[in-house]
């Protein structure tokens, strides 16, 4: 499901902030799936993280 979802977006020309928005959608959705509530808290708060944080840390990230 999730790559028919991207594959439309590829094809319709979706933005980075839209497939990021898809991807966290499937992100909190294994997230629940998980019985550690300690766990599931951590995922939860990386899976909510907002797009233009995740500009910024891969921004801030040393180029190889």
């Known amino acids: 499901m999730r790559a028919i979802i991207i594959s439309c977006c590829l094809l319709q020309g979706c933005s980075a902030q839209t497939l990021y928005g898809v991807a966290q959608g499937a992100r909190q959705n294994e997230c ?14 990386a899976a909510n993280r907002h797009f233009d944080q995740y500009i910024r840390d891969q921004n801030d990230k040393p180029k190889e």
């Open 32 to 45: 629940t799936k998980l019985a550690d509530s300690n766990e599931r808290a951590r995922c939860f708060e």
